[in-house]
């Protein structure tokens, strides 16, 4: 070959490596942009959602996502001072509670005040979990048990009991469980957890069959890890395990659940209840 064609078939090789490098970089710069400068809109003009767990991780996320879609965003949480963050960062259309999710009372209250205040509540995002810790099943203390359960699965029952009436009297309404691909296939060493997100898979189903008729759509989503705090509540051990499952090769971003949420949440999904929507990375098998 003449040094001038090898030159320039060098060049080429070099040209093709380049912009395969820059492609990369502008997706992954994409993946991380703000969402109004990424996302497709979805329609939330004027709806009022309330968010469980909403002062950070994929609560936090889809709040953004609500308020960037043009609704407003009601955060409850534990955490009195990271909603008070969270609402000072989120701006005017965003309001917070502290709220004890497992105290009937606490949630009943604080659904009133929410609807008294924005005269609707039309999406219901139960999205606050914990994972207990990570442990064989045997050697899981009872209390940690039953707390996981308490506020995982109890908790979304209590305030889809206090937010339900509310969307009824106004025909309308759309409740997003977070789940979990746990939930599907059952973790090792965290039989709590798997067992929590299997019973909110079952609770979507039955709520769902029973508002069909109503204008209200309750459906979940079962996603992969997402690197959140909630990751300080697992081992690496377990953390690692679970990287391992997910074809995709790593964990969820906060920002791509909260988007499947906010579909979940709008008009848009119209003949859609009581479903299970993946988004594991490649990992669920169903």
């Given amino acids: 070959m003449p ?77 009195g001072a990271a909603i008070e963050e969270a609402v000072t960062q989120l701006g005017a259309k965003a309001s917070g509670q502290t709220v004890e999710l497992t105290d009937a009372d606490a949630v009943a209250a604080a659904a009133k005040d929410a609807f008294a205040k924005a005269g609707a509540i039309d999406i219901l995002v139960n999205n606050a979990g914990i994972t207990g810790g990570n442990g064989k099943t045997w050697e899981l203390e009872p209390d940690v048990w039953r707390r996981t359960i308490e506020v995982n699965l109890v908790a979304p029952f209590l305030t889809s009991r206090a937010v339900v009436p509310l969307m009824l009297e106004k025909g309308y309404g759309r409740i997003v469980n977070i789940a979990s691909i746990a939930g599907k296939e059952g973790n090792p060493n965290a039989s709590h957890y798997s067992a929590s997100k299997a019973g909110l898979i079952g609770l979507t189903k039955s709520l769902g069959k029973e508002l069909a008729d109503t204008g209200i759509l309750v459906n979940c989503i079962t996603p992969a890890a997402a690197r959140t705090a909630i990751f300080d509540q697992m081992s690496q051990e377990h953390i690692d395990y679970m990287l391992s499952k997910i074809p995709l090769n790593r964990f969820v971003e906060p920002a791509e659940v909260a988007a499947m949420i906010a579909w979940l949440a709008s008009e848009d999904c119209s003949f859609s209840t009581g479903a299970v929507f993946d988004i594991s990375g490649g990992r669920a098998v169903y």
Avoid: K
């Avoid at 497709?40 to 959602?49: H, K, S, Y």
């Avoid at 043009?70 to 949480?77: K, P, Q």
């Fill in 3 to 79: 040094v001038f064609d090898r030159t320039v078939a060098i060049f080429n090789v070099y040209i093709a490596r380049f912009s395969a490098i820059c492609h990369e970089a502008e997706r992954l710069n994409r993946r991380m942009a703000p969402l109004g400068d990424l996302m497709n809109r979805i329609d939330l003009q004027g709806r009022t959602a309330i968010i469980t767990g909403g002062a950070r991780g994929i609560g936090l996320a889809t709040a953004e996502r609500i308020l960037a879609s043009g609704g407003s965003a009601v955060l409850w949480d534990v955490d």
